[in-house]
């Protein structure tokens, strides 16, 4: 059976959801905070709600997609607000980017009123919401996540189940963005070592998208860090702490400033310090789950 | 014409090498500071030398290949060095991680005997090395890089050259390894904060394989670096400081430590402050290209 969806919040991402699920032929009911962008919905036949609650009424899923914690809570919870409006086993699809104790409390509000909650926050542009080609990480249980299936279709290239509660794919979202940045900033140095160095940033950038060097190095070390395997190592520790030295050194004399690998050097040093230098220097992520309290001493 | 090759160093990537240019033909001599390394190659009928000088004086190429700086200037610059045995004319290719400043020694001490330098530091491990799959960054004049093709296509799946002077690739490769540093502290502290918040790190970590995440940054972001292109702003920067501060709560929360990520709020959050909040987040670059007084201003 087709699912009727009704859009809460027709922003920079919402907007061309909500059109791509009705050209698919899935969208009931729009609400947004400024009346003025549902016009063009309502030109297609749309219902435009008044408020979240009355969007909510008209649907089997409610998408929201807002932009943080307190509009998030304040249209879910709110008197007028999507719970509100929500019948009892239908389902909140929430795709803002909010924290994972929000999603906890949505969760614990809407199974009080037997409604769903499920989470895909969105990975990718305006452009690729637009087109459906958007990356989906989805979380919830089985009852909520399954009647989804036509409407993550009509959004996403391709979609992928992370946990069976909504606070998953808030925490995979989370860290989906946090590496983005953390990768970005460490290609922003590298290019200023480049450039500082008299090599062409050029230059640089073509070795690493040639050798599709990031991939290589999401699986080879992701992979070790994953399973915590650090033996034999290819590149112990200690001979990890010379290279970024040496880098730093580069840096020094040219007058490059890269924080993210002063950081780096510091974290290696202390591998050596913790007695594993003779572990691959992906044994970094031991200090990290030492220092958060995770099992180590296994090793 | 075959060129006749001395490899200088066999320890674990060199002596992999020597055998794959063995095997290829081009091997004429080696030479090891622990004579005991040299022996599987004297049973080939490869001339085991004495110095480093004598292995250089049978070669048209001398690859030296040595733990680091002290060792790389000390088995070239020394009265037994290859610089010293090597004919005017014939090529030290050099395939250590150096500074780029014994790099530049080196090119000068090489030239004023009218010998060359190229440097080609290796990008793998001792099993690509023994399949002649490594990845090779090559830098130096054409008169010291075309003569080099049959070795390097013995090493290597793929050589790029990466500028004229031999100190480009070893920046290059000094930036190489400091990115899988800093990559893989940050997926370390990505699955620090999955694991600490309730979710796989196997779900996180397939999401980014899945999505070919690391791919899709290098490729988007660090263009947009490079061409220092920030508008239109898919993700402002002003947006960015929200997600990673509720990556830094939810840390806290859960007791997760993210020292890369407390890093990369600060620099966003100095982002803002410099006025390019509306940029793309990737205006990260901007901070360390003015910190490292690169020109900022044309923005």
Redesign the interface.
């Known amino acids: 059976m087709t699912p009727r969806v009704a859009v809460i919040g027709l922003g920079a991402m919402g907007a061309p959801i909500a059109h791509r699920l009705r050209e698919a032929g899935l969208l009931a009911a729009v609400w947004n905070r400024d009346p003025a962008k549902s016009a063009a919905f309502a030109r297609h036949g749309v219902k435009v709600a008044a408020v979240p609650a009355q969007a909510a009424g008209h649907a089997d899923i409610a998408l929201s997609v807002l932009f943080?914690?307190a509009a998030v809570e304040a249209v879910t919870l709110a008197d007028d607000g999507i719970a509100a409006g929500l019948r009892a086993g239908a389902i909140h699809l929430s795709c803002s980017?909010?924290?994972?104790?929000l999603a906890d409390r949505l969760e614990t509000a809407h199974e009080a009123r037997g409604q769903h909650l499920a989470s895909a926050p969105l990975?990718g542009?305006?452009?690729m919401a637009a087109d459906g080609t958007l990356?989906l990480?989805v979380s919830g249980t089985a009852a909520a996540v399954a009647p989804l299936e036509p409407v993550l279709a009509a959004m996403a290239q391709?979609t992928?189940t992370?946990?069976a509660?909504p606070?998953?794919a808030v925490?995979?979202k989370?860290?989906?963005?946090?590496?983005?940045?953390?990768?970005?900033?460490?290609?922003?140095?590298?290019?200023?070592?480049?450039?500082?160095?008299?090599?062409?940033?050029?230059?640089?950038?073509?070795?690493?998208?040639?050798?599709?060097?990031?991939?290589r190095?999401?699986?080879v070390?992701?992979?070790r860090?994953?399973e915590r395997n650090f033996l034999p190592a290819?590149a112990p520790a200690r001979l990890?702490v010379?290279?970024?030295e040496?880098?730093l050194?580069?840096a020094a004399?040219t007058?490059?400033?890269?924080?993210?690998?002063e950081?780096?050097r510091d974290?290696?040093r202390q591998v050596v310090r913790s007695g594993w230098g003779e572990l691959e220097?992906?044994a970094?992520?031991l200090?990290?789950?030492r220092?958060?309290?995770?099992a180590v001493d296994d090793l």
């Open positions: 943080d914690d980017t909010i924290s994972p104790g990975l542009s305006a452009a990356y990480a391709k992928m992370v946990g509660r606070r998953d925490v995979t989370l860290a989906n963005n946090f590496l983005i940045f953390a990768l970005t900033q460490a290609i922003a140095e590298a290019q200023a070592l480049a450039e500082k160095s008299g090599l062409s940033r050029e230059a640089l950038m073509e070795m690493l998208w040639e050798t599709d060097f990031a991939r190095v999401f699986k070390y992701g992979g860090v994953l290819t990890a010379k290279d970024i040496l880098a050194a580069a004399e007058g490059a400033v890269l924080p993210t690998a950081l780096g974290r290696l220097f992906a970094l992520s200090l990290v789950d220092e958060s309290g995770l």
